[in-house]
């Protein structure tokens, strides 16, 4: 359709990319809220349905209190939010390259 009005379909697609650029880190930073907020759901539905994960190590160790399995399960979830959002941080302070 704008090739009709005269566009270049490559300038379409790079206008396109270059607005979808300046949102990549808006997106890798709500990747790694919902990271810790998949886990938490996890842990519920993941009782309920009595299927294996994550989820259900943890509630499992929170009832045998097991202290070193939730300790390490919690480090894990904190440490990979804490690597998304420092990327997250890292790809909003790169300069931009003029498209």
């Given at each position: 359709?704008?090739?009709?009005?005269?566009?270049?379909?490559?300038?379409?697609?790079?206008?396109?990319?270059?607005?979808?650029?300046?949102?990549?880190?808006?997106?890798?930073?709500?990747?790694?809220?919902s990271l810790?907020?998949?886990?938490?759901?996890?842990?519920?539905?993941?009782?309920?349905?009595?299927?294996?994960?994550?989820?259900?190590?943890?509630?499992?160790?929170?009832?045998?209190?097991?202290?070193?399995?939730?300790?390490?399960?919690?480090?894990?979830?904190?440490?990979?939010?804490?690597?998304?959002?420092?990327?997250?941080?890292?790809?909003?302070?790169?300069?931009?390259?003029?498209?």
């Open positions: 359709m704008s090739s009709q009005r005269g566009h270049a379909e490559s300038r379409n697609h790079a206008s396109y990319f270059a607005t979808c650029s300046l949102r990549g880190p808006a997106l890798v930073a709500l990747f790694g809220v810790s907020m998949a886990f938490g759901a996890a842990i519920p539905i993941e009782a309920l349905c009595d299927s294996p994960g994550v989820g259900q190590l943890a509630w499992q160790a929170a009832l045998n209190r097991d202290l070193p399995l939730i300790i390490n399960v919690t480090l894990l979830i904190t440490l990979l939010t804490v690597a998304v959002n420092s990327l997250a941080g890292i790809a909003a302070a790169s300069p931009r390259r003029p498209a």
